[in-house]
Protein backbone atom coordinates (compact mmCIF):
# COMPACT_ATOMS: atom_id res chain seq x y z
CA UNK A 1 0.00 0.00 0.00
CA UNK A 2 0.96 3.78 -0.35
CA UNK A 3 0.02 5.50 2.86
CA UNK A 4 2.34 9.11 2.66
CA UNK A 5 4.08 10.67 -0.15
CA UNK A 6 5.48 14.09 -1.40
CA UNK A 7 4.80 16.75 -3.56
CA UNK A 8 7.03 20.10 -3.30
CA UNK A 9 6.97 20.98 -7.04
CA UNK A 10 6.60 24.57 -7.54
CA UNK A 11 2.93 25.43 -8.84
CA UNK A 12 4.19 26.63 -12.20
CA UNK A 13 6.22 23.73 -13.24
CA UNK A 14 2.96 21.90 -12.13
CA UNK A 15 0.45 23.98 -13.89
CA UNK A 16 3.03 23.26 -17.04
CA UNK A 17 3.20 19.20 -16.49
CA UNK A 18 -0.66 18.84 -16.38
CA UNK A 19 -1.56 21.57 -19.09
CA UNK A 20 -3.25 23.61 -15.81
CA UNK A 21 -3.59 27.23 -15.97
CA UNK A 22 -1.08 28.89 -13.55
CA UNK A 23 -4.04 30.64 -12.30
CA UNK A 24 -6.15 28.24 -11.32
CA UNK A 25 -5.98 28.40 -7.24
CA UNK A 26 -2.55 28.76 -7.15
CA UNK A 27 -2.89 30.25 -3.29
CA UNK A 28 -4.12 26.80 -1.88
CA UNK A 29 -1.30 24.69 -3.10
CA UNK A 30 1.82 24.47 -0.71
CA UNK A 31 4.77 22.29 -0.84
CA UNK A 32 4.53 18.94 1.30
CA UNK A 33 6.62 16.88 1.93
CA UNK A 34 4.50 14.06 4.26
CA UNK A 35 0.77 14.02 2.98
CA UNK A 36 -0.94 11.71 5.37
CA UNK A 37 -4.34 9.70 4.96
CA UNK A 38 -7.19 12.17 5.76
CA UNK A 39 -5.39 15.00 4.52
CA UNK A 40 -6.43 17.30 1.79
CA UNK A 41 -4.63 15.85 -1.17
CA UNK A 42 -4.65 17.98 -4.70
CA UNK A 43 -5.65 16.12 -7.78
CA UNK A 44 -6.37 16.74 -11.62
CA UNK A 45 -9.63 16.28 -13.47
CA UNK A 46 -11.36 17.67 -16.80
CA UNK A 47 -13.43 20.64 -15.96
CA UNK A 48 -16.75 21.04 -17.50
CA UNK A 49 -14.74 22.57 -20.65
CA UNK A 50 -12.81 18.96 -20.83
CA UNK A 51 -9.82 21.71 -19.45
CA UNK A 52 -7.64 19.57 -17.09
CA UNK A 53 -8.46 21.73 -13.44
CA UNK A 54 -7.58 21.30 -9.83
CA UNK A 55 -9.37 19.73 -7.39
CA UNK A 56 -8.93 19.36 -3.13
CA UNK A 57 -9.97 15.73 -2.11
CA UNK A 58 -9.76 14.36 1.56
CA UNK A 59 -7.43 11.02 1.14
CA UNK A 60 -9.64 8.51 2.55
CA UNK A 61 -12.47 7.37 -0.21
CA UNK A 62 -15.73 7.44 0.98
CA UNK A 63 -18.79 6.31 -1.36
CA UNK A 64 -21.65 8.08 -1.88
CA UNK A 65 -23.83 5.69 -0.38
CA UNK A 66 -22.00 4.88 2.61
CA UNK A 67 -23.88 5.82 6.17
CA UNK A 68 -21.48 7.93 7.42
CA UNK A 69 -18.63 9.65 6.73
CA UNK A 70 -15.98 7.83 8.67
CA UNK A 71 -12.21 7.42 7.19
CA UNK A 72 -12.61 5.62 4.08
CA UNK A 73 -10.00 3.15 2.48
CA UNK A 74 -6.83 5.43 0.71
CA UNK A 75 -5.59 2.49 -1.36
CA UNK A 76 -7.66 0.02 -4.05
CA UNK A 77 -5.67 -2.94 -5.57
CA UNK A 78 -5.69 -2.79 -9.42
CA UNK A 79 -6.77 -6.46 -9.73
CA UNK A 80 -10.04 -6.00 -7.87
CA UNK A 81 -10.99 -2.15 -7.74
CA UNK A 82 -13.95 -3.14 -10.60
CA UNK A 83 -15.33 -5.74 -8.72
CA UNK A 84 -15.73 -3.91 -5.41
CA UNK A 85 -18.72 -2.27 -4.28
CA UNK A 86 -16.72 0.76 -2.82
CA UNK A 87 -14.73 1.35 -5.62
CA UNK A 88 -16.66 0.22 -8.58
CA UNK A 89 -19.03 3.18 -9.27
CA UNK A 90 -15.90 5.24 -9.02
CA UNK A 91 -14.03 3.36 -11.52
CA UNK A 92 -15.95 3.98 -14.15
CA UNK A 93 -17.56 7.45 -13.94
CA UNK A 94 -14.54 9.54 -11.44
CA UNK A 95 -11.10 9.58 -12.03
CA UNK A 96 -8.77 11.22 -11.45
CA UNK A 97 -4.59 12.01 -11.57
CA UNK A 98 -3.48 12.28 -7.73
CA UNK A 99 -0.21 14.94 -8.14
CA UNK A 100 3.11 13.86 -6.40
CA UNK A 101 6.45 14.15 -7.12
CA UNK A 102 7.56 11.08 -4.87
CA UNK A 103 6.27 8.74 -2.63
CA UNK A 104 7.06 6.88 0.95
CA UNK A 105 7.38 2.85 1.94
CA UNK A 106 8.60 1.18 4.85
CA UNK A 107 11.07 -1.76 4.69
CA UNK A 108 10.42 -4.26 7.47
CA UNK A 109 13.93 -5.16 9.09
CA UNK A 110 13.98 -7.49 12.25
CA UNK A 111 13.63 -4.46 14.94
CA UNK A 112 12.30 -1.65 13.03
CA UNK A 113 10.78 -0.32 9.62
CA UNK A 114 13.27 1.82 7.11
CA UNK A 115 11.64 4.48 5.37
CA UNK A 116 12.37 4.70 1.37
CA UNK A 117 11.44 7.72 -0.24
CA UNK A 118 10.91 6.89 -4.07
CA UNK A 119 11.20 9.61 -7.30
CA UNK A 120 11.70 10.03 -10.55
CA UNK A 121 15.40 10.15 -11.59
CA UNK A 122 14.55 13.84 -13.18
CA UNK A 123 12.86 14.80 -10.34
CA UNK A 124 9.89 15.29 -12.51
CA UNK A 125 6.33 15.41 -11.06
CA UNK A 126 3.64 12.40 -11.65
CA UNK A 127 0.02 11.27 -11.09
CA UNK A 128 -1.21 8.16 -8.89
CA UNK A 129 -4.25 6.97 -10.99
CA UNK A 130 -7.30 7.70 -8.65
CA UNK A 131 -10.67 7.64 -8.11
CA UNK A 132 -13.19 10.03 -6.26
CA UNK A 133 -16.10 10.53 -4.73
CA UNK A 134 -18.76 12.98 -3.65
CA UNK A 135 -20.63 11.93 -0.32
CA UNK A 136 -23.26 14.04 1.12
CA UNK A 137 -24.64 14.31 4.58
CA UNK A 138 -28.71 13.61 5.16
CA UNK A 139 -28.97 17.23 6.19
CA UNK A 140 -27.92 18.09 2.77
CA UNK A 141 -25.05 20.38 3.66
CA UNK A 142 -21.79 20.68 1.52
CA UNK A 143 -20.33 17.41 0.28
CA UNK A 144 -17.34 15.41 1.20
CA UNK A 145 -14.99 15.07 -1.79
CA UNK A 146 -12.65 11.97 -1.23
CA UNK A 147 -10.21 9.90 -3.45
CA UNK A 148 -8.25 6.69 -2.89
CA UNK A 149 -5.32 5.77 -5.34
CA UNK A 150 -4.83 2.16 -7.17
CA UNK A 151 -2.09 0.48 -6.41
CA UNK A 152 -0.17 -2.87 -8.40
CA UNK A 153 2.73 -5.06 -8.06
CA UNK A 154 5.97 -3.81 -7.16
CA UNK A 155 8.42 -2.97 -9.98
CA UNK A 156 12.01 -3.74 -9.40
CA UNK A 157 13.15 -0.35 -8.18
CA UNK A 158 10.32 -0.47 -5.16
CA UNK A 159 10.36 -4.36 -4.88
CA UNK A 160 13.16 -5.10 -2.47
CA UNK A 161 11.25 -2.36 -0.04
CA UNK A 162 7.88 -3.71 -0.69
CA UNK A 163 5.41 -6.01 -2.67
CA UNK A 164 3.15 -2.93 -3.83
CA UNK A 165 3.72 0.34 -5.25
CA UNK A 166 0.97 3.11 -6.20
CA UNK A 167 -0.09 3.12 -9.96
CA UNK A 168 1.90 6.23 -11.63
CA UNK A 169 0.45 6.98 -15.04
CA UNK A 170 2.29 7.63 -17.85
CA UNK A 171 1.66 11.06 -19.36
CA UNK A 172 -0.04 9.99 -22.06
CA UNK A 173 -2.22 8.28 -20.24
CA UNK A 174 -3.58 11.47 -18.12
CA UNK A 175 -6.26 12.23 -20.84
CA UNK A 176 -8.20 8.51 -21.36
CA UNK A 177 -7.55 8.00 -17.70
CA UNK A 178 -9.82 10.76 -16.32
CA UNK A 179 -12.02 10.96 -19.98
CA UNK A 180 -15.54 11.38 -18.99
CA UNK A 181 -16.31 9.45 -21.99
CA UNK A 182 -15.30 5.97 -20.96
CA UNK A 183 -16.67 4.10 -18.22
CA UNK A 184 -15.68 0.72 -19.60
CA UNK A 185 -12.95 -0.71 -16.76
CA UNK A 186 -11.71 -2.79 -19.26
CA UNK A 187 -10.43 0.02 -21.65
CA UNK A 188 -9.16 1.66 -18.66
CA UNK A 189 -7.25 -0.35 -16.16
CA UNK A 190 -4.74 -1.85 -18.69
CA UNK A 191 -3.51 1.77 -18.29
CA UNK A 192 -2.73 0.67 -14.42
CA UNK A 193 0.64 -1.16 -14.22
CA UNK A 194 3.54 -0.83 -12.54
CA UNK A 195 5.78 1.90 -13.74
CA UNK A 196 9.09 1.89 -15.83
CA UNK A 197 12.24 1.15 -12.79
CA UNK A 198 14.76 2.08 -14.69
CA UNK A 199 13.52 5.65 -14.31
CA UNK A 200 13.04 5.78 -10.53
CA UNK A 201 14.96 6.23 -7.78
CA UNK A 202 15.19 5.28 -4.37
CA UNK A 203 16.52 6.71 -1.28
CA UNK A 204 17.07 5.73 2.80
CA UNK A 205 15.45 8.30 4.69
CA UNK A 206 15.66 9.24 8.39
CA UNK A 207 12.69 8.20 11.17
CA UNK A 208 11.61 11.50 11.04
CA UNK A 209 9.17 10.83 8.32
CA UNK A 210 7.53 8.23 10.56
CA UNK A 211 5.46 10.68 12.02
CA UNK A 212 2.56 11.82 10.17
CA UNK A 213 2.43 15.00 12.30
CA UNK A 214 6.03 15.67 11.24
CA UNK A 215 6.35 18.09 7.66
CA UNK A 216 9.13 19.84 6.63
CA UNK A 217 12.09 18.65 4.00
CA UNK A 218 13.94 17.32 6.91
CA UNK A 219 11.39 13.95 6.22
CA UNK A 220 13.92 14.04 2.68
CA UNK A 221 17.05 13.90 4.78
CA UNK A 222 18.85 10.47 3.73
CA UNK A 223 19.53 7.78 6.31
CA UNK A 224 22.73 7.98 8.38
Not at 44 to 68: E, M, N, Y
Amino acid sequence: MCGRYTLATPWQRLAEKFGMRVADVPELFAHRYNIAPSQSVLAVGPDRTGHPAPAFFKWGLVPAWASDAKHGPINARAETVASRSTFADALRHRRCLIVADGFYEWQKLKRAKQPWHFRMKDGSPFAFAGIWEAWRPADGGKPLLTCAMLTVPANDTVKPVHNRMPAILSAQDYAPWTSRENDDPDEVLPLVRPYEAREMTATAVGPFVNDARHEGEECLAAAI
